[in-house]
């Protein structure tokens, strides 16, 4: 995609936590040095880490006079693969639709999840990959950040990497702020585009897999008291906890501190988890004793792609 089109759209899709706002609002600061109009605002569902939530851009070579969301957008981000089970991310989407997609899979098989036209193309890039390796935190928006930059143009890398360390130098440590700064790099160098977009099969669909599910309510206002165990906040995770049985000791201190109940427990040992529920908080591994260590947190994407 070249810099030269007047009006754009993009649609970021994330979760709590990803810094799917700053990624927006960092891109918007970058542009506004570039002399374009632009606007970064969004869209939020329930306030928890994992909710999925989205963020919008408009980029303009003339003032921007319309505030509502962004219907057909022409750049669609996806920060967490996950979503692409549990949302339509190709909603709206024109016949030139780029996407950029975090994922560990071949451009390719993206394109032929979610393009359902052949004009749209779509760049895929290990962007947690990359956070987890540079920053040690799976917040993939620097990243994403430098592969949209060479995906689409939309502003220079350098322009960039100058509004991402602006962004970050208020809010985290200078080792932090270098590590963002060579996800953006890496991002830039490592992203990957589809040699054919295929028309888009059935989008794999947890909301259709599980029966049960219930959108939350606008306002996400709860009506109902005790009504938590209706709601499958398991498609929110981005990590995953994975329980070496051999290290556990069964002192319960996850089944005690997990937010969710979302621990097993039958006849008084830790057994697993319910994975329905269990939103990924990671409260759990950090509760279970230092010397046990009995549970990890996994990249949820990867024990989903094992075990599909
Ligand atoms: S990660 Fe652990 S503490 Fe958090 S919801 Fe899941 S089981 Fe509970
Ligand atoms: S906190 Fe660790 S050792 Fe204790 S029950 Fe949970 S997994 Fe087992």
Redesign the pocket.
């Known amino acids: 995609m070249s810099n030269n089109k007047q009006f754009v759209e993009i649609r970021w899709h994330g979760r709590g936590g990803q810094g799917v706002v700053t990624g927006a609002t960092t891109l918007a600061q970058a542009v506004l040095e570039e002399g374009k109009h632009v606007q970064a605002f969004p869209e939020f569902g329930p306030e928890r880490s994992g909710a999925p939530i989205k963020a919008y851009n408009r980029i303009s070579d003339a003032p921007i006079t319309i505030h509502s969301e962004p219907r057909s957008p022409d750049i669609v981000v996806v920060m967490d693969p996950t979503l692409l089970w549990v949302e339509d991310v190709a909603e709206g989407a024109k016949r030139d639709t780029v996407f950029v997609i975090n994922s560990a899979q071949t451009p390719d098989i993206l394109a032929a999840q979610v393009c359902s036209e052949r004009g749209q193309t779509v760049f895929a890039v290990d962007a947690s990959r990359i956070a987890l390796e540079e920053t040690g935190k799976n917040v993939p928006n620097t990243a994403l950040l430098g592969a949209l930059t060479r995906a689409t143009d939309l502003v220079g890398p350098t322009n960039l990497l100058k509004h991402v360390r602006l962004e970050l130098e208020k809010k985290v440590s200078p080792e932090h702020l270098d590590g963002n700064l060579r996800a953006v790099r890496r991002g830039w160098c490592e992203v990957r585009e589809a040699e054919a977009s295929a028309p888009r099969g059935a989008q794999h669909s947890l909301l259709a897999a599980k029966p049960g599910w219930k959108d939350i309510p606008i306002g996400a206002v709860v009506s109902q008291a005790g009504n938590a165990r209706d709601y499958r906040t398991g498609a929110w995770r981005t990590m995953r906890p994975v ?1 070496d049985s051999s290290k ?7 089944w005690l501190f997990c937010p969710d109940s979302a621990v097993l427990v039958e006849h008084g040992r ?1 057994v697993g988890f319910d994975l329905e529920h269990c939103k990924g908080c990671g409260v ?1 591994a950090e ?3 230092p010397k ?1 260590k ?2 990890t947190m996994v990249p949820e994407i990867r024990e989903v792609e094992m075990h599909s």
Do not use: E
């Open positions: 329980l556990c000791n069964d002192c319960l201190l996850c830790m759990c509760v279970c004793p046990i009995a549970i």
